[in-house]
């Protein structure tokens, strides 16, 4: 009785050290075979991972997604450019789509554009910041300051209208695509047609689209209006 349990034991002892070294050979081949397909694949392997960094580059340009913005050169073909579209973008299509959502979204597409105008001249006039984000955001911050009255008049900014926040982010796509500005000739500033802001009699008035009339500081001379007054 005695020999045969001194035998079980040393066949569970065997046992066990085999059950170790199997193991032993399993971790060792695993570690192995990442070893060599991080040998193989390399940064490709690394690339695979996609990171929120990486899901935030930089929106494909233009002639990247197809977009045909040259062949446009009235506004019938803008309209049709921006009924295509896709509602997408960046940081500052954002930006742009929230300026137009919540100072024209009620306005037909003439206004939804004009909006954008007066953001992306101010953009590009090298008096302003040199961003969308810093055009809108200007003046946050500071009492009285802001240049887009929505972005500082304490209410909230929640996207409620999904389908009208689809309008307006076609519009902002195309125009941030570098889309003609043939509606406000170079205009920089916009009121309400309901006041009358006093820096309105220093500039030249461009156009009056929809409820707003556009102005630009440096107009020779007063253009016709899109519109009746």
């Not at 999904?162 to 570098?178: P, Q």
Request: charged share 20%; with cysteine; hydrophobic share 40%.
């Amino acid at each position: 009785m005695v020999s045969l349990g001194r035998a079980v034991w040393r066949a569970l002892v065997v046992a066990s050290g085999l059950t170790l070294v199997l193991a032993g050979m399993c971790l060792a081949a695993g570690a192995d075979l990442d070893g060599r397909l991080g040998s193989l694949l390399g940064a490709q392997r690394e690339g695979a991972q996609v990171t929120p960094a990486a899901q935030g580059g930089p929106f494909p340009a233009p002639e990247g997604r197809g977009v045909a913005i040259s062949e446009v050169t009235d506004l019938s073909g803008l309209e049709e450019l921006i009924e295509d579209a896709a509602p997408e973008g960046d940081e500052q299509w954002r930006c742009l789509s929230e300026a137009i959502y919540h100072e024209a979204r009620g306005e037909a597409l003439e206004g939804q554009i004009a909006v954008a105008e007066v953001v992306l001249n101010r953009r590009d006039s090298g008096r302003y910041p040199s961003t969308v984000c810093g055009v809108v955001e200007q003046g946050a911050g500071q009492r009285n300051a802001c240049q887009f009255s929505y972005y500082c008049d304490g209410r909230s900014d929640t996207v409620a209208d999904k389908v009208a926040w689809a309008e307006v982010g076609r519009v902002a796509r195309v125009m941030l695509d570098g889309a003609p500005r043939l509606l406000t000739d170079g205009a920089m500033f916009y009121h309400n047609k309901a006041v009358s802001p006093y820096w309105a009699q220093d500039f030249t008035r461009t156009a009056q689209i929809g409820t707003h009339l556009f102005y630009r500081e440096d107009a020779p001379i007063r253009l016709a209006s899109s519109a009746s007054d």
